[in-house]
T-cell receptor, first 115, second 114 residues
């Protein structure tokens, strides 16, 4: 079956613009995670959902970052008024069980570059 | 913030040798997972070990977990050039019995020389 799909694969935006990153999880997966990964580093937790409920958003760096998963399937990570320091690979993952009780399946990521 | 730290940060071995990577973490966990990432591409799940388990095998992989020392190790036996990748441990934090977010460590970069 289809894996986790993220779009766009690459996004270049000017500083100050808003961006929306989309994640389409594996069908039937309950939990959905967002991570940010800098080159040579491990994925940094941002937020996660069980169904449509945002369970933990403690990793969101500041209030310019927000995420939603309104129908418990597709999720959008929005960054308002982008800054150069927001440039990174943003990765989404979904999992069959709630929270982290089963393996995460990752998408290929969205590479965000803020100029 | 990172919960786990892998050791060593980088490891270079010859094909056929065994590779051992260690992971230490700080807080109570529900389970610990290992992932592989090839050249900055997507992360692939390797193995999950629960807090009440001490050892788990999957093919050429062996994972141990010592919750008293808050540490885990990943052993890859008879390594191949294709095993060259970054390996991350990830801990599912346990808050009052409820599993929470999955936090990744800093990673070990493994290079297997043919």
């Amino acid at each position: 079956g289809a894996g986790v799909s993220q779009s766009p694969r690459y996004k270049v935006t000017k500083r100050g613009q808003d961006v929306a990153l989309r994640c389409d999880p594996i069908s039937g997966h309950v939990s959905l995670y967002w991570y940010r990964q800098a080159l040579g580093q491990g994925p940094e937790f941002l937020t996660y959902f069980n169904y449509e409920a945002q369970q933990d958003k403690s990793g969101l760096p500041n209030d310019r970052f927000s995420a939603e998963r309104p129908e418990g399937s597709i999720s959008t990570l929005t960054i308002q008024r982008t800054e150069q320091r927001d440039s990174a690979m943003y990765r989404c993952a979904s999992s069959l069980a709630k929270s982290a009780n089963s393996p995460l399946h990752f998408g290929n990521g969205t590479r965000l570059t803020v100029t | 913030s990172q919960q786990g730290e892998e050791d060593p940060q980088a490891l270079s071995i010859q094909e056929g040798e065994n590779a051992t990577m260690n992971c230490s973490y700080k807080t109570s966990i529900n389970n610990l997972q290992w992932y592989r990432q090839n050249s900055g591409r997507g992360l692939v799940h390797l193995i999950l070990i629960r807090s009440n388990e001490r050892e788990k095998h999957s093919g050429r992989l062996r994972v141990t977990l010592d919750t008293s020392k808050k540490s885990s190790s990943l052993l890859i036996t008879a390594s191949r050039a294709a095993d060259t990748a970054s390996y991350f441990c990830a801990t599912a934090l346990n808050y009052g019995g409820a599993t929470n977010k999955l936090i990744f460590g800093t990673g070990t970069l493994l290079a297997v020389q043919p």
